[in-house]
């Protein structure tokens, strides 16, 4: 059974490896012969940077700081500031060379564009400035980082995350990110990957997961939010900056970018309503905290699909990622009582894998050409979407614990119990967040 | 002199302090506590997760006043605070040496 | 007296149907023969759309927010969250073709369009996709909702407030939506309306107020904004976003825009320093939530003057706008005894009133063409503001007092006296804003 | 020796007055015979202009606010909100046409555009519209007052502010704009500011130093700040904004726009980085206060350089804006003993003339034909610089210090040392920030 | 009757509170307090600028007990409020005339 | 032993504070509080709707001191807490039976 499983599966792998239904290749060929500079759509991605940019700086910052202990909050906040700093360095120094310049057995690029060595100021990717393709992805990159963090909170030591960033940044994404969207071996598989479900959000997710085994449960392993403001704040942020982290994904601004925007706010409505209703119905109350809950449970979902489903399909996978993911953060995590203080796994994990299968669901080929899906005809793209999953599964838990193990050779990961109780506002950083 | 020492409940603060005026107290101080007795902390549920609160939020409050008036002051917490839910609070009633009032250095009750 | 006046207007109606002097229609001949998709045009409404999402959510969200008691903070958010979610889906399943496909009898569109069929990914509208323009639209109907929550706030149970937000949304939004600018029948008299002054304002105004009205006074019905930090960041947001609300009105990235854009930082700017002056001369102190008051009444007045009047009506406008609401909100609303708690009709009622009848004073032809207000010679077009602000307050009021009527057959619309002390934060949805 | 070095800029004077290295003239060169309308350079400025106007209200705003005493918390937000509101309206009455229209012998320009008369709706600068032009304009001029306010605050009386910033608008601001922008004498000496550093930063800094060495200290002359999460908001919009602000300054959506862009976040990041690690090694614990710091001080240093470096002299400014604004705002302010009391000196001012000096070092003409610096064989540029900044300096010094003196002659400046005592908001507003 | 104040280091709040429920007290009261003794506040330092912070925050405990329980609840918290370190805290024992409960009107030792 | 509860206005907490450390005090507690007495609690006005604030924000010193010292620490506080104007406070004594000083276990006025 299990056999055949593979074998059919590499099947899949050898047929699209012909088919190399590679979307990041194809839009350059759209360019025609004489590839020129369009400012409309280098306006919308030069905005579309900014916004994602935001999403990190102070959005997710803020979404989880407002979550966090009263005494925990300015650590939580640093290290999304810090994971998005440190990526900005290195992925101008190597990361987008590694990602994005050429291609070494479908596994990694090289080494060509090193600090952005060779690309000139008029040098083009596709109808934008190459300059501007480049900065479009570290964004990326560092919100990838900076969600995990969300996983770990209330008990890692602020130095061992700082390492942490710099490995899991240079042995995990710039890889996934290669795979994914730089010719690498997943691209050329044919799966659907919109605006990184996979790359982002199951990544982020399951080295959250792995982490937060490897970290241990916290002394008070439950949510206690110190200022749900801030995290009414960082959700509105991360609303308005998924329009230029899916809607950018066209790298172009035209009619599929405002139809991935449009499906990324209708699936984001949607699961928090549907969020909102599944705990009221089970809990009795429906929290604010469950809209902002859903609203980012959508956004993962909607991701890898906002620029191949048509409204119908937003709508199913607003309401199956808000429902679920709601299941998923409390009963399942309960249940199998691993400390994901929040929820990066149960939100970021889940809904990114809900939103990555169902892509291959409902990939409506009128909506865009290259993406088409089981209820047009193509169950193989299921399939396919499962193995993308699964492969970034395997290799994010694999190196997420080895990254650990290294790390714990050289130092203790965790602050004592005693730093944990005083809090790590004051004991890792010497400030408290009000002076109220 | 004697300290009236009351936990109440937050929401029947301002009827209380309206009660107390018209029964002819002249001050009185006020501060935010927390506390359990037979009404204990609740449990609040994020995202599934329950965190028990361990103690009520509660009012505290404390008037120093001349004995003649001690036991018009506890009828009047006693009635205004009442709800007949646990938690309703508590009165104690401590012995007091000396009131000064700062402003004009009067002692005793004149101070109060 | 009054008939003449009636008649006056009766002819003024018949005579500008025939004028068909509609914004909407002319932008559409503008294309000439060969529409085209334009990526800058595109750009600027990609953004534009984001950015009046934000003014909702979180914007209008904190700006309310910060000014509710400390136990309804919550609430009151998650007011503004739940109104632009629901409408979010309705706008895509009736919402946008009952109000912009096809036109029955001037007061209602059509089905056709319901659930966005047979809008293709390449429809245009002018020289956007299609799809792009439902988006924007989308969030103007998302954000007139919200507003009127904050007339209703400190006492309206959440489930009602959820079913309102569904009524009101198809009952009243809609028809007017499409009355001026679906090519209904208010489009046709010639009214003027940049981006949105009656639909939005002075709709959500007179709903704000009747519904307070009916709602009745709150026990304790005085303001005691919570936390002043979140009106701060909220009215920035406002600011921000309804630069997207009013430059993208001209749905081009051009002149107009520009201008738009100039005059509504300017009035805005104007009516703050207003506000501050007015409350500084009268109340001896000039408050930082007059001067974010007065930024929300400037923003509010100038939405429909804003693509057709110079600097120096804005800066009338602005005067106008920032000291008439500063008096609405504290003497008439004192007098007069309704219970609007976060002053929505004072100031977007209000200020959207001034605003409708001065561009009718104000507009000046050189900024553009389509307008011609009393100060260039065309007394009429004051009288043409003023008609359609009477239509849609009639309207408004009957439609939202009918609405509460049959909610109430059907469930209680206020929470219990104890639930209002206690706060709605924790009766209504179990949780506190705070935990320090 | 020191007369030397005068003859010698001298020479460099006159040298430079023939070459008539002027950025803005070239730009418009640039665009041949017919200029036309270009709508996705219209977009991105129109969407930049919302960017930095977001910069100052709320980003600024909170930024200071959040450092403030709980007490005086209000009053300082209030000062960023006030200066943008009257430079809004004076920009536009007399602010754009004595920056920009005409020169009257290099030192300042003319009445012919006062309230924006013959600016026309269809009238252009390069490809955009000019009244676009003259709104992106008018946000500089908003954000370089309002920065100043961090150096005066609690203890400046509201009213003073109000004066001062009108007085310093008009006699600081404006005549330096033209100097530098408006085609006055700076422009043609051939200094290399590309978005601001001299004429925003190193202005703002400088009155910033003098303000509050005439102001004298507060009673309590420390830093408490009562809510670290507004100053991450803040910095969090500051960083958002600035891709506007340096990135708009290119006036085009194209690939300089992106390189400024890009430099823009990777200086910004190494700066935090450097702050945060320098104070990890000097005081032991690395704050988020310090990231925050850093972060605004890499943005301030490569505004004047952003078009034109590479990323090697970004990271090269990142580094010493971070480390040196740290040095500057610990040892050098205990030392000198001044009370800019948000280190609007000690970050603006030092950050600004670090970036305005590395501008000449750095500037690579690959990158922008317009700037070769001292690595690319141009050592004069660091000299021609030096006298930029030194002219920018001693002109600001002299104007603020007698503009302070002219208020004085009226009214008092400071508050009382009771109203100090007590706290601004209450005092000055009459309100207070937070009601927990 | 007895007041039993007690003021304790804040992260010992929870462990104290167990104990004394297992002691078998019925209630107590806490408040957010700050304060001052051998130990003295700390300095805070912001971009480099040093604030004193003169006071170090504290939780404050109230108890009534009756007489006969006064010397169990003090060794509970000498017990379990104990680090070794300065600012351990200090237990303040005052006499209390009167206790009522407000929602039975109890009095005395019944009512605490 | 006493205990000496001074309620006082907020502004004048440093200098009490210094001025007590001065007089020899080793250690006290603070609090924040809410008061009213002759000094009534003031109007405010949002957007010109008037809220009154029932009370007045003041802070509690709470020291325990020897009866030798208590006569001193009552004339600093009297001096420094003094404006002359409504709202400058009170200062009440009240009789402690014990102290006791956690970390060495230390009775009676040596524990304070
Ligand atoms: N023995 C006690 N000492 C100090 N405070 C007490 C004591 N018992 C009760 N309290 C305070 O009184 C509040 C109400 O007491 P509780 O027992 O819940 O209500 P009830 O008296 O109505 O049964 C508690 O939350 C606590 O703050
Ligand atoms: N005489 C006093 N009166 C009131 N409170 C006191 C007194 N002495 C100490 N305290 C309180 O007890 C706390 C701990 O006292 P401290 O002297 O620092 O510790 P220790 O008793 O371990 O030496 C102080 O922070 C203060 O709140
Ligand atoms: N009888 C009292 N019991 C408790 N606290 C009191 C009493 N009277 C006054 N206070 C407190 O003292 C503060 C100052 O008192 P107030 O009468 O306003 O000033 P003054 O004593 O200068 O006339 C009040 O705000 C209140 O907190």
Redesign the interface.
């Given at each position: 059974m299990k056999k055949k499983f593979m074998e059919q599966i590499l099947n899949f792998l050898a047929f699209s490896w012909m088919m190399v239904l590679v979307y990041s290749t194809d839009v350059l060929a759209d360019q025609g012969s004489q590839p020129k500079l369009d400012t409309g759509d280098t306006a919308w991605m030069l905005i579309s940077s900014a916004l994602v940019m935001f999403m990190t700086i102070p959005g997710l910052a803020l979404f989880y700081g407002g979550l966090a202990k009263k005494k925990d909050v300015l650590n939580t906040i640093a290290m999304s500031f810090v994971a998005y700093c440190i990526v900005s360095l290195l992925w101008v120094a190597y990361g987008y060379s590694l990602s994005f310049s050429g291609d070494i057995k479908g596994m990694i690029g090289n080494f060509d564009k090193i600090l952005l060595k060779d690309i000139r100021i008029d040098s083009l990717q596709g109808t934008i400035p190459e300059v501007l393709f480049c900065m479009y992805q570290l964004t990326f990159a560092g919100i990838t980082v900076a969600l995990i963090s969300g996983a770990y909170i209330e008990r890692i030591k602020f130095s061992a995350w700082i390492i942490f960033s710099v490995l899991w940044m240079s042995l995990v994404y710039i890889p996934v990110a290669h795979w994914v969207w730089g010719g690498g071996f997943l691209s050329k598989l044919g799966a659907l990957d919109f605006a990184g479900g996979t790359v982002v959000h199951v990544n982020a997710g399951i080295a959250a997961l792995v982490g937060a085994l490897i970290l241990g449960k916290r002394k008070k392993n439950?949510?206690?939010?110190n200022n749900l403001t801030l995290v009414v704040i960082g959700s509105g942020i991360l609303w308005f900056g998924w329009f230029g982290f899916n809607g950018g994904s066209a790298v172009a601004s035209n009619g599929l970018a405002a139809q991935a925007f449009l499906n990324t706010n209708l699936a984001c409505a949607v699961a928090a309503l549907a969020w909102m209703f599944t705990e009221w119905m089970i809990?009795k109350?429906p929290?604010l905290?469950?809209i902002a809950?859903g609203i980012v449970a959508g956004l993962v979902a909607i991701t890898p699909a906002a620029g191949f489903v048509n409204v119908f399909g937003s709508i199913i996978i607003g309401i199956l990622a808000g429902s679920l993911s709601?299941f998923s953060?409390?009963?399942m995590?309960?249940k199998l009582g691993y400390d994901d203080a929040l929820?990066v796994f149960g939100i970021h994990g889940v809904a990114g894998i809900i939103g990555a299968i169902l892509t291959g669901v409902f990939a409506d080929p009128s909506i865009n050409e290259l993406g088409k899906g089981l209820l047009y005809g193509n169950p193989n793209q299921v399939l396919i979407q499962i193995l993308a999953v699964l492969i970034t599964i395997v290799y994010t838990a694999l190196m997420t614990g080895i990254i650990f193990l290294v790390i714990r050779l050289f130092m203790k990961i965790r602050v004592s119990d005693e730093e944990e109780t005083t809090g790590l506002d004051s004991t890792q950083h010497g400030e408290k967040a009000y002076n109220f | 002199m004697?300290?009236i020492e009351?936990?109440?409940k937050q929401?029947k603060l301002?009827e209380i302090?309206d009660a107390l005026v018209m029964a002819g107290i002249?001050?009185?101080?006020?501060?935010?506590?927390?506390?359990?007795?037979?009404q204990k902390g609740h449990v609040?549920?994020?995202?599934?997760?329950?965190?028990e609160a361990?103690?009520v939020p509660?009012i505290?409050i404390?008037l120093?006043v001349p004995d003649s008036l001690v036991e018009k002051v506890?009828q009047t917490?006693?009635e205004k605070?009442?709800?007949?839910?646990?938690g309703?609070?508590?009165?104690?009633?401590?012995?007091?040496?000396?009131?000064?009032?700062?402003?004009t250095?009067e002692k005793g009750e004149k101070?109060?």
């Open positions: 439950y949510l206690l939010p809990t109350k929290t905290l469950g809950s709601f953060v409390t009963a995590k309960s929820d | 004697k300290k009351a936990i109440i929401v301002e302090k002249q001050g009185m101080t006020i501060s935010e506590v927390q506390g359990f007795g037979r609040e549920v994020y995202r599934g997760s329950e965190v361990l103690f509660k505290k404390e120093v506890v917490i006693l605070a009442y709800t007949g839910t646990v309703d609070g508590k009165i104690f009633i401590i012995p007091v040496e000396e009131a000064i009032r700062i402003r250095k101070a109060i």
